[in-house]
């Protein structure tokens, strides 16, 4: 039941942000419908018992401040990646949250590669909740400087935890930058100037 509940809410999100940015407009019909539907169930002459809903799990709107403990799953071997898998060198860790079919993200991830020796000294995690089949060329077909770099993974976010745990995004890619301690140092949501990313993952 439960990962019904965590899949249903992510294929919400990832509809909202299928166009790499949420429109924030609702279907004045749909609203239309949603009103009117408790007055239908007011006026009925037998009201039925409504079963108990199960509760949503909880989404993160503040981006946490402290990289807390996670367990995505690498795309290519199916092997689980958390927070004991990044290398404890000191190094920024970037995770940015994805959809392989955004435009954004596509030509942020081709800037990346065509700067990569910039990019040595730095963990950077591509983290994405659509299935493993759509993320496994993804590399390949817009980055392929950053293929098999030992810096470098795509991860899939099988239970939904980057939303649940880390933050929710309004668009893609979106940025997180943390420490070698473990401390956020910035994020960003959208598509930036490749100067600007470069500066921000590198400090």
């Known amino acids: 039941m439960i990962k019904q509940i965590y899949s249903g809410v992510a294929l919400v999100l990832l509809t909202n942000l299928t166009a790499c940015q949420s429109d924030g407009k609702n279907d004045s019909n749909s609203q239309q419908v949603q009103q009117e539907q408790p007055q239908a169930a007011a006026t009925s002459a037998h009201p039925q018992a409504q079963p108990a809903q199960a509760q949503t799990p909880p989404l993160i709107k503040d981006v946490a401040k402290q990289l807390p403990a996670f367990k995505f799953y690498k795309v290519k071997s199916g092997i689980e990646f958390t927070n004991a898998d990044i290398p404890a060198t000191g190094k920024n860790t970037v995770f940015i ?3 392989p079919n955004c435009g954004h993200c596509q030509h942020e991830t081709g800037l990346l590669a065509k700067n990569y020796d910039k990019l040595k000294n730095i963990n950077i995690y591509f983290v994405s909740m659509n299935e493993p089949a759509l ?18 993974e795509v991860l899939y976010d099988r239970n939904q935890e980057f939303i649940q745990k880390i933050h929710v995004p309004e668009q893609f890619p979106a940025n997180y930058i943390y420490g070698g301690d473990g401390v956020l140092k910035n994020h960003w949501e959208g598509e930036k100037e490749i100067s600007f990313i470069l500066a921000e993952l590198i400090k």
């Open 97 to 99: 949250l994805f959809d």
């Open 135 to 152: 993320m496994a060329s993804f590399l390949e077909t817009f980055g392929k400087e950053l293929v098999d770099k030992p810096n470098i």
